[in-house]
């Protein structure tokens, strides 16, 4: 990036494309965060349309995922789920099987959401297959994995595999030291008996 950028031209022009995508999504995560959704709305699709100029599926997927999270947030599932389903191929020809992972559980959280549960449960099943393999996935994220299958199970009325998955999680979210989903999951346990 050149030490000073023109007047008038914004920064993320002047760096690598998959740098300023990457600019653009973390700061429209950081305007989500502090619930400025119209921000960070502008910044999701900005990042989507650097990615797509400079044909970058990877900077692509992850701007889509982005830009989905903060429609789910607004209650545009419809829209959400839209943007999930053209990420999650994207993933696919990445070589992040965390960052597909990710992206599929969030697609099915929003399938759930929607009333679709057998293909909810299928988004579920592959990412946790995902963080199953992987050497070193961070705990908190498998947690948020394991947690909304353990949902779903106990909608199904699957208790005996709802009661495993609430204990995984459990463990999870101890091992990353997030007290409200160990506080959850042990309130889960205790209702499923």
């Known amino acids: 990036m050149p030490d000073r950028v023109p007047a008038g031209v914004p920064p993320e022009t002047c760096a690598a494309p998959r740098d300023a995508v990457e600019s653009r999504v973390r700061r429209g995560m950081?305007?989500?965060?502090?619930?400025?959704a119209g921000e960070a709305l502008r910044h999701m699709k900005a990042a989507a349309a650097l990615a797509r100029?400079?044909?970058d599926p990877v900077a692509l997927a992850r701007a889509l995922h982005g830009r989905a999270n903060v429609e789910r947030d607004l209650g545009r599932l419809d829209v959400?789920?839209?943007l999930y389903h053209e990420a999650?191929?994207?993933c696919r020809r990445g070589d992040?099987?965390?960052a597909l992972a990710h992206t599929?559980?969030?697609l099915g959280d929003v399938l759930r959401e929607t009333g679709d549960l057998?293909?909810?449960e299928r988004c579920y099943a592959e990412a946790l297959a995902l963080y199953r393999a992987h050497p070193a996935p961070r705990a908190l994220d498998f947690a948020n994995a394991v947690r909304p299958m353990a949902i779903l199970r106990e909608t199904l009325g699957e208790r005996d595999e709802a009661r495993a998955l609430w204990r995984e999680a459990r463990d999870l979210y101890r091992k990353a030291r997030v007290e409200a989903g160990v506080a959850e999951s042990s309130a889960r346990l205790g209702r499923l008996g």
């Open 80 to 82: 959400a789920l839209r």
């Open 104 to 106: 599929v559980r969030h």
């Open 53 to 55: 100029e400079h044909d």
């Open 30 to 36: 950081a305007a989500r965060r502090a619930e400025r």
């Open 96 to 98: 992040d099987p965390l």
């Open 118 to 120: 057998r293909e909810a």
């Open 88 to 90: 999650v191929p994207l």
